[in-house]
């Protein structure tokens, strides 16, 4: 007799990351950690209070900065070894755009990337105010986070 498991929070936790973030099926989810589909299909709708389906964190997940950004250096790549391309680079240029345009504020991942930059450039000028700086730089980041 199969032994019945538990507590699947670390699966269901498993099956949402290889969905999310690795863009597998719930077929190919099923077969790897060994449950049902019918069971990736319950944990896909969301689990719980305040849940999110799996194919909107996807969404979400997909349209972050640092996977567009991902997505356009594959592009790049790609064209810089002779393929053709598969992006329209010129659509995507003009959202690019439009949406600078509508932001007034600077993103919490544009002041870290920032941040970063300068707490390098700082730390080879003087460490000693590069430390002092990483102090207020992570408070400033705190802040900006949850204000946004």
């Given at each position: 007799?199969?032994?019945?498991?538990?507590?699947?929070?670390?699966?269901?936790?498993?099956?949402?990351?290889?969905?999310?973030?690795?863009?597998?099926?719930?077929?190919?989810?099923?077969?790897?950690?060994?449950?049902?589909?019918?069971?990736?299909?319950?944990w896909r709708k969301g689990v719980g209070t305040n849940a999110?389906?799996?194919?909107?964190?996807?969404?979400?997940?997909?349209?972050?900065?640092?996977?567009?950004?991902?997505?356009?250096?594959?592009?790049?790549?790609?064209?810089?070894?002779?393929g053709e391309a598969t992006l329209d680079m010129g659509a995507?240029?003009?959202?690019?755009?439009?949406?600078?345009?509508?932001?007034?504020?600077?993103?919490?991942?544009?002041?870290?990337?920032?941040?970063?930059?300068?707490?390098?450039?700082m730390s080879e000028q003087d460490p000693e105010m590069a430390?002092?700086?990483?102090?207020?730089?992570?408070?400033?980041?705190?802040?900006?986070?949850?204000?946004?």
């Amino acid at each position: 007799m199969a032994q019945k498991r538990t507590n699947n929070s670390t699966l269901m936790e498993l099956a949402r990351r290889m969905f999310v973030e690795e863009g597998m099926t719930a077929k190919a989810i099923a077969g790897t950690i060994e449950v049902t589909e019918q069971t990736i299909g319950k944990w896909r709708k969301g689990v719980g209070t305040n849940a999110i389906s799996w194919d909107e964190q996807r969404s979400q997940y997909l349209s972050a900065p640092h996977n567009i950004k991902k997505n356009l250096a594959k592009e790049l790549t790609r064209l810089v070894e002779g393929g053709e391309a598969t992006l329209d680079m010129g659509a995507i240029n003009s959202a690019i755009k439009a949406i600078q345009s509508m932001t007034d504020e600077t993103s919490v991942e544009t002041v870290y990337s920032v941040f970063k930059e300068f707490d390098s450039w700082m730390s080879e000028q003087d460490p000693e105010m590069a430390v002092a700086f990483l102090e207020w730089h992570k408070l400033y980041l705190l802040h900006k986070a949850q204000n946004q």
